[in-house]
């Protein structure tokens, strides 16, 4: 048997979920979902509509509706870099715990038309980010242009020397480059301190481009792209050493957004069962050949799963642990709530259970 029938394990840390506007229909039927998948601790992305999450209070009122929703779960709450943000704001969130600021290129995905263009007008909030240890969360592509040469499947690595040239301007920010779909992004995650770390999606680590492109709910962005990326990935994953950690971008749309007229929404909703889906994709590659059976630990999926996140935040390390086992649970066709109804990655197979302990 490639992997283990059942895994004993701390609850895991997913450090990095869309939950939607709180209230909203969405956030009231998807936040809930977290602790099923054996998460009890979130990084929450701000890029809301009509307006993201740009100062600390907003960050805090965003915060008490999602206690409100479940406070069993630690949120991990963060802004969005946007022009309106200071140096001041940085040094309060710091103080209030906020955990990070996100920097979207912008109209590169999901409401990030306030997104950021050039990094140099942020040198300021960059510096004072430095100086208070406020984490830099980064979307690691540069937005499609033709003129430019740019397409979803290099957008990645022609954003990578932009992550080079801010970790030579400031070589104590922390940083995460989220999402890694690419094995140049995993080169050079691997290649800077270890205060350059990097997260990897459940979906990425199944998907090629392909079946990203061949099914409306395998679709987001960053694009799934090559069988030679995904092994690169797969590998960070049983190899990480701390530099890559469970980060899902879990992205929740209702159905009418993925196939109703018009632009399909980008997201790929991965919220429940989570660790599920990275068992099945390792134990997958494990058959295909990409990794080797030995290659996955458990020392390895504890720290991707949960220690080295909750080590590069600064959270509590988990005092409740979950019972993985295999077949334990079939992934729903849909989960509907009212005013919404989404549809879940995988849906219909049958994936591993979770039990708390």
């Avoid at 960053?222 to 190899?239: C, Y």
């Avoid at 996955?296 to 996140?309: P, R």
């Avoid at 590069?312 to 649970?329: H, N, P, S, V």
């Amino acid at each position: 048997m490639p992997l283990k029938d059942s895994y004993l394990l701390p609850a895991a840390a997913d450090m990095h979920v869309h939950l939607r506007n709180a209230p909203g229909p969405i956030s009231q039927l998807v936040t809930p979902t977290i602790r099923q998948a054996g998460v009890d601790c979130v990084f929450v992305m701000p890029n809301l509509a009509p307006r993201p999450i740009v100062t600390v209070d907003e960050a805090l009122e965003y915060q008490r509706h999602l206690q409100a929703l479940d406070p069993s779960v630690t949120y991990l709450m963060s802004l969005y870099l946007h022009e309106s943000l200071t140096p001041d704001e940085i040094r309060k969130a710091r103080k209030a715990g906020i955990a990070g600021v996100k920097a979207y290129p912008r109209g590169a995905t999901t409401n990030s038309q306030w997104g950021v263009v050039s990094f140099e007008p942020f040198h300021d909030v960059l510096t004072a980010m430095e100086q208070e240890s406020v984490v830099l969360n980064l979307h690691g592509e540069v937005p499609s242009s033709a003129a430019d040469g740019v397409t979803v499947m290099n957008a990645e690595a022609k954003f990578l020397p932009v992550l080079g040239e801010l970790v030579a301007k400031y070589p104590r920010l922390h940083i995460v480059l989220e999402h890694c779909t690419t094995a140049a992004a995993v080169d050079a995650v691997r290649s800077f301190g270890e205060i350059v770390v990097g997260t990897i999606t459940a979906h990425h680590l199944s998907l090629l481009v392909d079946d990203w492109s061949a099914n409306v709910n395998n679709y987001c962005k960053p694009s799934a792209k090559s069988p030679e990326d995904r092994r690169a990935l797969l590998d960070a994953v049983v190899r990480s050493n701390g530099k890559f950690f469970l980060g899902t971008d879990s992205a929740p749309h209702d159905i009418s957004a993925k196939k109703g007229k018009g632009n399909t929404a980008a997201g790929v909703f991965t919220q429940p069962y989570a660790l599920g889906y990275v068992l099945m994709a390792l134990e997958e590659a494990i058959q295909r050949g990409d990794i080797g059976e030995d290659d996955v630990t458990e020392d390895s999926l504890v720290g991707f799963f949960g220690t080295y996140g909750r080590r590069f935040y600064g959270a509590e390390a988990a005092d409740r642990k979950i019972l993985l086992t295999r077949g334990g649970q079939v992934i729903a066709q849909s989960l509907k709530g009212d005013g919404a109804e989404i549809v879940p990655f995988r849906a219909g197979e049958t994936t591993w259970g979770v039990e708390w302990q």
